[in-house]
């Protein structure tokens, strides 16, 4: 990697999982363009011998976006986390993110899932992240990006790409048309995900041609006190996860945060 590159101002950019990144192709070109160092990384592992398939996807999509090829980490692949289990795996996590971040000098940008009852590993990512960035003095500079959330619908329905009011003001930046086609042809590089993305693409592509922008939020540590939303969230409506048993997750690695803080002062 060039030296320039090392040195320069970081953009920062954190997935639960491969494809994740769908949520913020404008910001990683927009940061690439302010010409900062734009670093990405992945907190979980493909399930079901997917794992290699669904890396090399998203880093060919990175890769062509001109991100550098070091600057993605797979820390799932590292850390043995796979896919829909990161809400049980949060003290390891949490580590890995703490350090990962401290690793950069200058950091202008963080993105990361936003806190939306979505998929329990968005939130979970969430949560970690905002608690390592605070603790880094990162919380200026973080914000959170919505990929799904069931927020007033019912059943199978979500909402895609529409940031939640209870997350604060949305930063919104249009995105021009040939950037429009460009994101809209990258989705059909997952064919890994194709039964997702069966779903998913027609709200992406309806977003794009109504709204055509990036929507950010800031991130605020009061909020991770709050149900996401009323009513089921997703993953519950999927059963995949629990409110009760994320709030547990979360109260555990507090707790032995706090238990580890206290025996550092005990020293």
Known sequence: MPTNAINA????????????????FQAIEASLRLGRRVACAYLTAGAHGSAARRNAESLAVLTGMGVAADD??????????????????MET????????????????????????????????LHFLTAHAAAGLGLGAPLRQYSLYNAFQR?????????????NG????SAIGWPARL???????????QWKTWLGLFPFVLWHY???????????ALARLDQRPHDGPLYYENRRFYTWDAMQRDMAGWLAAQRERAHGGRQQ
């Open 9 to 24: 101002p970081a953009a920062l950019f954190l997935f639960a999982h491969q494809d994740d990144e769908y949520g913020v």
């Open 72 to 89: 993605v980490v797979f820390a799932g692949d590292q850390l043995g986390i796979v896919d829909g289990t990161l809400p049980r795996h």
């Open 93 to 124: 996590a949490g580590a890995w993110l703490a350090d990962w971040l401290g690793g950069f000098q200058r950091v202008e940008l963080i993105c990361v899932t936003a806190w939306e009852g979505g998929h329990h590993d968005h939130d979970a």
């Open 154 to 166: 019912s059943g199978p329905w979500f909402n895609v790409l529409a940031p939640l009011a209870a």
């Open 169 to 172: 003001a949305v930063e919104r």
């Open 182 to 192: 460009r994101h809209l042809a990258l989705l059909g590089r997952y064919p890994s």
């Open 209 to 219: 041609l109504r709204h055509g922008c990036q929507q950010l939020q800031p991130v």
